[in-house]
Nanobody, 126 residues
Framework: QVQLVESGGGLVQAGGSLRLSCAAS????????MGWFRQAPGKERDFVAA????????YYADSVKGRFTISRDNAKNTVYLQMNRLKPEDTAVYYC???????????????????WGQGTQVTVSS
């Protein structure tokens, strides 16, 4: 069992930056791949980024590539999402998730994940 708690969301102007954190409970955090997803009002939950449990493999959505960076600190049981050059279309609730299975291209699908956080709101004003 893994419990995930996101933090770091807020209101920022376009062009600004935010860093989201996701703290995980449980001693086996390092064995989970971790992902970030987001959901805007009235829209589906979209993939943002994912990183393997070793940190050696990473996927990004095309819409955030070059602006967002996912990282993890297994010693702190925490995964981060550094978001730079934010745009109004990045406005959404951001969720972190943990994936127990092998890290494959399926990690871009929300239904591949086993555990979810409660989400943190990110609002980017124009």
């Amino acid at each position: 069992q893994v419990q995930l708690v996101e933090s770091g969301g807020g209101l920022v102007q376009a062009g600004g930056s935010l860093r989201l954190s996701c703290a995980a409970s449980g001693r086996t955090f390092s064995s989970y791949a971790m992902g970030w997803f987001r959901q805007a009002p009235g829209k589906e939950r979209d993939f943002v980024a994912a990183k393997s449990w070793t940190g050696g493999s990473t996927y990004y959505a095309d819409s955030v590539k070059g602006r967002f960076t996912i990282s993890r600190d297994n010693a702190k049981n925490t995964v981060y999402l550094q978001m730079n050059r934010l745009k109004p279309e990045d406005t959404a609730v951001y969720y972190c998730a943990a994936l127990a299975g092998p890290f494959t291209r399926a990690a871009i699908r929300w239904d591949a994940y086993d555990y979810w956080g409660q989400g943190t709101q990110v609002t980017v004003s124009s």
